[in-house]
């Protein structure tokens, strides 16, 4: 199957930019919280967003239910934005193995951030969250979306990038 | 802070600094976050939300009404969600001038101006909001805010007796108290639906005189809307500047002199805010404040300057009631000083009654009428003492209505006179009564078109 993502999508989210996820209830009410961190896997394949579980109780018991995700990543720099979304997420606590991930995003948030005059203790207090706080959320994307501002905002996106 | 927060509580958030997200849902069920530009306050309630474009939200919300925002606080960056329902589009009317004017400011601050146009303004009502637990930064020292010094304007409105008075309270309290740089109040002309500007501050020039048509920038939509249109960015788009003048000399081909008061204000502004004057359900005039630095009027602003543009309007209603029986006209300092040096030559252009001194232009319109009727009875009767209520009552003049607001027109007069020198002026002799003080022989020329 050849990959949803292109290699320019893949790096957006790989260089970690603002990554803010919905969900919705059985009674399709929606839920969303800015996550504390997001990656992707090098072939674009899976992405696992960090949400902090105290700040994401209803968000985290939708994705759990319905296994819907839509996640929006942004670069608060550039305004390129792009749109996943999923029907197959699943949920584990973050460990030790994801600490590196965690801060890896954070510094690039901080810098990101910084390119638009917000000061960097600001980033850290929009990010911060305890360690054992935290919970994984994985996914395969099955759906993508420019989501840049503009008349194309929201144009779906094929195969390796391609507009269908 | 206790259990529930209120909407009026965090529209620090609703500011623009830090974009909020949504999530809606489609009726097969699948979520759907996007970015906003714009989350306006419209009272406790509501808020409402800019639509732009045939988008997956918009589509969202007309299926499933059902919404849940994302906002952050620019000071703490403490998180709050809103859950909301949509209620309506409006596609004209205050709500939608205000949000247009500042998606305006918005898009051109992202380069953007070309792509961004509202279509209408979608209007939710807030079921629910929720404090997001988080780490946020700690609150700054609370700052005064301004309601000690709106409080401070409001006395002092109450006290004032001339209309003149009441404008250098405000402007004051503008600028002094609130550390506003740069502010203008203009009064509506109401027949030609022009507003022509009475005081101002921090300008080089006052421009006291010069004009602005209704809906034509900030201010002028403001003043067709009635609402407060708050930018706190500099906007590109032309229908907000205020730099495009209407050259008068379009409109009389004929006339051989310049006669436009330039518009002071800022060339760059970076933000702005005009506020309606109104009283009784009539439009008076605008209150407007600007700045070269971006978002610098918040809510708390907007709020301190509706209730000051509140108080002048019941002040300038009340000052433009007739004075009941009227004081006595002083005889004192009634006998004019002799003339001394050269004849001013006054000349009037009866297409638009503008009147010149030595050919610099003074003023056009009711104001050049009653100034052309005062010079002709000191000419031809050496009056020097006059009543409002005998301008009202002169066909001459012309005033469009009894309602029109002959003390902005007066006070117009008197600061351009003042402006333009010391041989002419025109001096408050009591409530409705006022004093032509002339240091020249006059020598009047009228010029039919």
Same mark, same amino acid.
């Given at each position: 199957?050849?990959?949803?993502?292109?290699?320019?999508?893949?790096?957006?989210?790989?260089?970690?930019?603002?990554?803010?996820?919905?969900?919705?209830?059985?009674?399709?009410?929606?839920?969303?919280?800015?996550?504390?961190?997001?990656?992707?896997?090098?072939?674009? =394949?899976?992405?696992?967003?960090?949400?902090?579980?105290?700040?994401?109780?209803?968000?985290?018991?939708?994705?759990?239910?319905?296994?819907?995700?839509?996640?929006?990543?942004?670069?608060?720099?550039?305004?390129?934005?792009?749109?996943?979304?999923?029907?197959?997420?699943?949920?584990?606590?973050?460990?030790? =193995?994801?600490?590196?991930?965690?801060?890896?995003?954070?510094?690039?948030?901080?810098?990101?951030?910084?390119?638009?005059?917000?000061?960097?203790?600001?980033?850290?207090?929009?990010?911060?969250?305890?360690?054992?706080?935290?919970?994984?959320?994985?996914?395969?994307?099955?759906?993508?979306?420019?989501?840049?501002?503009?008349?194309?905002?929201?144009?779906?996106?094929?195969?390796?990038?391609?507009?269908? | 802070?206790?259990?529930?927060?209120?909407?009026?509580?965090?529209? @620090?958030?609703?500011?623009?600094?830090?974009?909020?997200?949504?999530?809606?849902?489609?009726?097969?069920?699948?979520?759907?976050?996007?970015?906003?530009?714009?989350?306006?306050?419209?009272?406790?309630?509501?808020?409402?939300?800019?639509?732009?474009?045939?988008?997956?939200?918009?589509?969202?919300?007309?299926?499933?009404?059902?919404?849940?925002?994302?906002?952050?606080?620019?000071?703490?960056?403490?998180?709050?969600?809103?859950?909301?329902?949509?209620?309506?589009?409006?596609?004209?009317?205050?709500?939608?001038?205000?949000?247009?004017?500042?998606?305006?400011?918005? @898009?051109?601050?992202?380069?953007?101006?070309?792509?961004?146009?509202?279509?209408?303004?979608?209007?939710?009502?807030?079921?629910?909001?929720?404090?997001?637990?988080?780490?946020?930064?700690?609150?700054?020292?609370?700052?005064?805010?301004?309601?000690?010094?709106?409080?401070?304007?409001?006395?002092?409105?109450?006290?004032?007796?001339?209309?003149?008075?009441?404008?250098?309270?405000?402007?004051?309290?503008?600028?002094?108290?609130?550390?506003?740089?740069?502010?203008?109040?203009?009064?509506?002309?109401?027949?030609?639906?022009?507003?022509?500007?009475?005081?101002?501050?921090?300008?080089?020039?006052?421009?006291?005189?010069?004009?602005?048509?209704?809906?034509?920038?900030?201010?002028?939509?403001?003043?067709?809307?009635?609402?407060?249109?708050?930018?706190?960015?500099?906007?590109?788009?032309?229908?907000?500047?205020?730099?495009?003048?209407?050259?008068?000399?379009?409109?009389?081909?004929?006339?051989?002199?310049?006669?436009?008061?330039?518009?002071?204000?800022?060339?760059?502004?970076?933000?702005?805010?005009?506020?309606?004057?109104?009283?009784?359900?009539?439009?008076?005039?605008?209150?407007?404040?600007?700045?070269?630095?971006?978002?610098?009027?918040?809510?708390?602003?907007?709020?301190?300057?509706?209730?000051?543009?509140?108080?002048?309007?019941?002040?300038?209603?009340?000052?433009?009631?007739?004075?009941?029986?009227?004081?006595?006209?002083?005889?004192?300092?009634?006998?004019?000083?002799?003339?001394?040096?050269?004849?001013?030559?006054?000349?009037?252009?009866?297409?638009?009654?503008?009147?010149?001194?030595?050919?610099?232009?003074?003023?056009?319109?009711?104001?050049?009428?009653?100034?052309?009727?005062?010079?002709?009875?000191?000419?031809?009767?050496?009056?020097?003492?006059?009543?409002?209520?005998?301008?009202?009552?002169?066909?001459?003049?012309?005033?469009?209505?009894?309602?029109?607001?002959?003390?902005?027109?007066?006070?117009?007069?008197?600061?351009?006179?003042?402006?333009?020198?010391?041989?002419?002026?025109?001096?408050?002799?009591?409530?409705?009564?006022?004093?032509?003080?002339?240091?020249?022989?006059?020598?009047?020329?009228?010029?039919?078109?």
């Amino acid at each position: 199957m050849p990959a949803l993502l292109s290699p320019r999508h893949v790096a957006l989210i790989a260089r970690g930019v603002s990554a803010v996820v919905g969900s919705r209830d059985l009674a399709h009410r929606p839920s969303l919280m800015r996550a504390v961190a997001g990656v992707i896997t090098p072939d674009g =394949a899976t992405v696992t967003v960090y949400l902090a579980r105290s700040q994401s109780r209803q968000l985290l018991a939708d994705i759990a239910s319905t296994g819907r995700i839509a996640v929006v990543f942004s670069s608060p720099s550039t305004h390129e934005t792009l749109q996943l979304k999923a029907t197959r997420a699943r949920l584990r606590d973050a460990g030790e =193995a994801d600490a590196a991930a965690l801060a890896a995003y954070r510094a690039a948030m901080v810098a990101e951030l910084g390119a638009i005059d917000i000061p960097p203790e600001f980033a850290a207090a929009m990010l911060a969250c305890d360690r054992d706080d935290v919970v994984a959320v994985s996914f395969e994307p099955e759906a993508a979306f420019d989501q840049t501002p503009g008349p194309k905002a929201g144009a779906a996106i094929g195969p390796a990038g391609a507009p269908t | 802070m206790s259990g529930t927060v209120r909407l009026g509580d965090i529209r @620090a958030c609703l500011e623009g600094a830090v974009p909020a997200q949504m999530a809606t849902c489609a009726d097969d069920g699948t979520p759907n976050v996007a970015y906003l530009s714009q989350v306006f306050y419209v009272d406790e309630q509501h808020v409402a939300l800019s639509f732009q474009f045939f988008n997956k939200t918009r589509q969202n919300i007309l299926a499933n009404p059902h919404g849940t925002l994302l906002v952050l606080h620019p000071g703490s960056a403490a998180f709050y969600r809103l859950h909301i329902r949509y209620l309506r589009t409006e596609t004209e009317g205050p709500l939608f001038e205000s949000m247009k004017a500042q998606l305006a400011g918005i @898009a051109s601050h992202e380069g953007l101006a070309d792509v961004f146009r509202l279509r209408g303004s979608d209007v939710y009502r807030v079921e629910a909001i929720e404090a997001v637990p988080g780490q946020p930064l700690p609150a700054p020292a609370p700052r005064a805010g301004p309601l000690a010094a709106v409080r401070a304007c409001a006395g002092r409105l109450a006290r004032c007796t001339a209309l003149d008075e009441a404008l250098n309270t405000v402007i004051d309290t503008l600028t002094q108290a609130l550390g506003i740089s740069h502010a203008m109040v203009l009064m509506l002309d109401a027949a030609t639906q022009r507003l022509y500007t009475v005081a101002s501050a921090g300008y080089a020039a006052s421009g006291v005189g010069s004009e602005i048509e209704v809906g034509c920038g900030v201010i002028g939509v403001a003043a067709r809307e009635r609402t407060p249109v708050r930018i706190g960015h500099m906007t590109s788009a032309s229908l907000y500047s205020h730099a495009v003048r209407r050259s008068v000399r379009a409109e009389l081909p004929g006339l051989a002199l310049e006669q436009d008061i330039p518009y002071p204000g800022l060339a760059q502004p970076s933000s702005q805010l005009a506020v309606p004057i109104v009283s009784a359900g009539r439009l008076l005039g605008v209150l407007f404040v600007e700045s070269p630095g971006e978002q610098r009027f918040s809510y708390e602003d907007e709020d301190a300057l509706v209730v000051m543009a509140g108080h002048l309007g019941a002040v300038t209603e009340l000052l433009q009631a007739p004075a009941e029986g009227g004081e006595p006209a002083t005889a004192a300092g009634g006998g004019a000083p002799a003339p001394a040096g050269p004849a001013l030559q006054l000349r009037r252009y009866t297409a638009n009654d503008s009147v010149f001194i030595d050919d610099a232009y003074l003023i056009k319109g009711v104001a050049g009428a009653i100034f052309w009727k005062l010079a002709g009875d000191h000419v031809r009767h050496g009056r020097t003492e006059f009543s409002n209520r005998e301008l009202r009552l002169d066909p001459a003049i012309r005033l469009p209505d009894v309602s029109d607001n002959l003390e902005a027109r007066l006070l117009l007069l008197q600061r351009r006179l003042a402006e333009h020198g010391p041989h002419i002026r025109i001096e408050r002799t009591g409530r409705g009564r006022f004093r032509l003080v002339v240091r020249r022989a006059l020598q009047m020329t009228e010029i039919a078109s």
